[in-house]
């Protein structure tokens, strides 16, 4: 189980493709236009994966490592939408936080 997973955090997702400014924000923040990108505490992780997330959380000391089972992928695109949304409350609930 990613460490975080049971950890509610408050997060803005920002859709760069519909919305332009979005895209420039965040390719001014992270300096460079690759997707996805999160922030955590003013930190920008830039073009980052799951596991990148979850290793910056564990690294920072903003949560513990645990070994229990996921019910979302880290690696890998959701296979339906609802846990699609599910990973992304996870992974982009940092950004702002």
């Known amino acids: 189980m990613p460490c975080w997973q049971n950890i509610i955090f408050a ?7 519909q919305n332009p400014a979005f895209r420039w924000e965040m390719e001014t923040k ?6 996805p990108c999160v922030e955590i505490n003013g930190k920008m992780l830039a073009d980052v994966s799951g596991e990148e997330v979850e290793q910056y959380l564990i690294d920072n000391k903003i949560v513990q490592a645990s070994d229990a089972a996921t019910e979302v992928p880290t690696n890998a695109p959701c296979a339906d939408r609802a846990a699609r949304r599910r990973s992304e409350a996870a992974l982009l609930s940092c950004v702002e936080a």
Request: proline share 8%; net charge negative; glycine share 8%.
């Open 30 to 35: 992270s300096g460079q236009p690759l997707s």
């Open 11 to 17: 997060y803005t997702e920002k859709d760069i493709i």
